[in-house]
């Protein structure tokens, strides 16, 4: 069965912390994305990567980065985080053989005090 | 710019009823349509889809139906049952590509016993 996995549920941090939120999938999926969502604002997409070491920018990449040094795993970096950024956040991958069905994780909510 | 919106941000329904969830979208170039539904503390989960090719498609009690002319679709949901209960997101893709998926800002669905 497919599996995205996020390696936090809840995570509770100081603003200016160095935040690494990790997503590893066991589909062989080609594609990888880290979204957000926020009551009221539905889903944004911050980030993704469509092969190892590529990356592109989402509709909100500001304040974030992202490494993907291998295939199954995908890391959302928050360089200095900051309250704006306290959000649920959400990992997925899809196949990328045209298939835009997207599997997600459980999300991590990130409060950032 | 909202490209995909779902103008109702609840939406109450007696148990046994229909449920029809609706949603627009701006861009022409979107032409693969799908429904996630989501509990709370979990990640979206999809539902059911559509291309563009087509203006309808059912699995089980669930049915979306794809207006292009009026770049609108609907999820009908029948008989609705208390499990229907969560927040169910619009998505939409340009298809064929990597860069994932355009949600809507979601639908609280409730059923009501």
């Known amino acids: 069965d497919v599996k995205v996995t996020q390696s936090s549920r809840y995570l509770v941090k100081r603003t200016g912390e160095k935040v690494f939120l990790e997503c590893v999938q066991d589909m062989d999926h080609e594609n990888m994305f880290w979204y957000r969502q926020d009551p009221g604002l539905g889903l944004r997409l911050i980030y993704f990567?469509?092969?190892?070491?590529?990356?592109e920018k989402g509709d909100i990449p500001e304040g974030y980065s992202v490494s993907r040094e291998k295939k199954e795993r995908f890391s959302l970096i928050l360089e200095s985080a900051s309250t704006n950024q306290t959000s649920m956040y959400l990992c997925a991958s899809s196949l990328g053989d045209g298939n835009e069905k997207l599997f997600f994780g459980s999300g991590t909510q990130l409060s950032v005090l | 710019d909202q490209q995909v919106k779902q103008n109702s941000p609840s939406l109450s329904v007696q148990e046994g009823r229909i449920s029809i969830l609706n949603c627009d979208y701006t861009n022409s170039m979107f032409d693969y349509f799908l429904w996630y539904k989501k509990y709370p503390a979990e990640g979206p989960t999809f539902l059911i889809s559509?291309?563009?090719?087509?203006d309808k498609n059912e699995d089980g009690r669930f049915t979306v139906f794809l207006n292009k002319s009026a770049k609108h679709l609907s999820l009908h949901i029948v008989p609705s049952q208390p499990g229907d209960s969560a927040v169910y997101f619009c998505?939409?893709?340009?298809?064929?590509?990597?860069?994932?998926?355009?949600f809507g800002k979601g639908t609280h669905l409730i059923i009501q016993p």
């Open positions: 998505a939409a893709s340009p298809g064929g590509g990597a860069d994932g998926l355009t």
């Open positions: 990567s469509y092969d190892v070491k590529m990356k």
């Open positions: 559509i291309s563009s090719i087509k």
